[in-house]
């Protein structure tokens, strides 16, 4: 079955550190896979797609096959990434696959 | 452009009631798809329509029905509602609902009573 999973439901950090909010796909094909984001108070947004191989707001997501994730990185820690994040599969076609998504709260 | 506009914004439904939730895609955009979120949960994907025509469903019951109107805009419909039923629907519209960025409304909470 597709399935996209995010293990951490909460991840705190302080200002200033690194973060990684990690995602795992199930999927045998060849996936497609985007991180949103949600701002408090704001819709649903998307911060990248693997396709585009771009840094946004300074966050990276590299994709693994041989380990099936996708998870997002960011090496310095703004407050104004508090957010909640989560990581989708697309399979090629119409339909796309949310992960229970990840609530980031930075720390000053 | 407004962007996704979804109405209502709040709605409170009882048991066994029928509603209607309402969405308008940003201009030019002719796919329109709709995805529940339970609290605490991510978005699940319930339809797309393309062009007025329905393009996939998701592992919904028959109770959810959707439609596309000519102007783009959609509707999404659920028959006799279940408790279960209370989330927030969310809209999202992309040029073709494939390869191009969807962009999302701000949702409609539905709670059923």
């Known amino acids: 079955a597709q399935r996209v999973t995010q293990p951490e439901k909460l991840l705190s950090v302080f200002k200033g550190a690194p973060v990684e909010l990690k995602c795992n796909y199930s999927?045998?094909?060849?996936?497609?896979l985007f991180w949103y984001v949600q701002y408090s108070r704001q819709r649903l947004q998307l911060l990248l797609r693997h396709i585009s191989r771009e840094s946004i707001k300074g966050f990276t997501a590299d994709l693994n096959k041989g380990e099936t994730s996708f998870h997002l990185k960011k090496p310095f820690a703004q407050e104004e990434d508090s957010a909640m994040y989560y990581c989708?599969?697309?399979?090629?076609?119409?339909?796309?696959?949310f992960g229970a998504g990840t609530r980031l709260f930075v720390k000053a | 452009d407004a962007g996704v506009t979804q109405s209502p914004t709040h709605l409170i439904k009882t048991r066994g009631q029928h509603v209607t939730l309402r969405c308008s895609p940003i201009?030019?955009?002719?796919?329109v798809s709709w995805y529940q979120q339970v609290l605490g949960q991510g978005p699940q994907f319930i339809f797309q329509y393309y062009e007025k025509e329905e393009r996939g469903r998701g592992n919904f019951p028959d109770r959810f029905s959707a439609r596309q109107f000519p102007n783009y805009s959609s509707e999404l419909n659920v028959n006799a509602l279940l408790l279960g039923d209370s989330a927030l629907y969310l809209c999202?519209?992309?040029?073709?609902?494939?390869?191009?960025?969807?962009?999302f409304g701000q949702g409609t909470r539905l709670t059923v009573v």
């Open positions: 201009s030019g955009h002719k796919s």
């Open positions: 999202a519209s992309s040029y073709d609902g494939l390869n191009t960025e969807a962009f």
């Open positions: 989708a599969l697309n399979t090629g076609g119409f339909k796309t696959i």
């Open positions: 999927y045998s094909g060849s996936p497609e």
